[in-house]
């Protein structure tokens, strides 16, 4: 009736752009098969998950982080491509961030590198913050190659055109570095000066032997290396054109 005031319940939507609004979220479990929107709408009610990731429609939520396993190389990693981006604007790196890759892939992977759009990237920053497309660069902290990081994961990856892909196998001591050539990933190999090169992001070189043996230094002085080149000057103007 004109003038009343109807009591809505607090399930039902009340308007028609998300017929799921007030409905109280089920329960976001390992191995349940969502859609994307559904997997967003469970995971953002958990405040206390703190990494899940959708897989080929598949949620997959990481046991507990270990120091040695997991979080120290995770922090070397960070450190190597934050350097590099700060030599190279128009570069980001980040640590953990959600990517809307497709309908049936978010994941949230270890660290990532991206160029600016302006610059020519081919991802990009939403409206609620989370990177939508694919990262030029996805680099993934695996226990083993019995991960799904190099297998369900690495398929999306290569599906929706992710340009390179890094995974650390700690306890293998082992690094395979990926690069999407003819929509498939083939091994990068090292370069006559025993680094590997990305062929990306000019500039970006990784000692992998430093890296396994636990040598930050080297590491950081392999890629000092690679940023003072012609070719990641080049790059850089490159960017800046663009942008």
Known sequence: MAGHNVPIHPSVSTGPSDPLAGVHPLPL?????LTRREFERRYTARSDIKKAELIEGVVHMPSPVRFAGHAEPHGVIL?????????????RAADNATVRLDLDN??????????EPQAGGRSRLSEDDYVEGSPELIIEIAASSATYDLHDKLRAYRR???QEYLVWRVYEKRLDWFVLTDDEYRPLAP???GLLHSRIFPGLRLAVEALLAGDVAQVLAGLQTGVNTPEHLA???RLQARA
């Open 29 to 33: 479990e390992n191995g349940d098969r």
């Open 235 to 237: 790059f850089v103007e």
């Open 191 to 193: 370069n006559t000066d």
């Open 79 to 91: 450190a190597w491509l934050v350097t590099y981006c700060a030599f190279t604007p128009g570069v």
């Open 160 to 162: 929706n055109g992710v």
């Open 106 to 115: 978010e994941p949230q992977p270890d660290a990532l590198l991206r160029i």
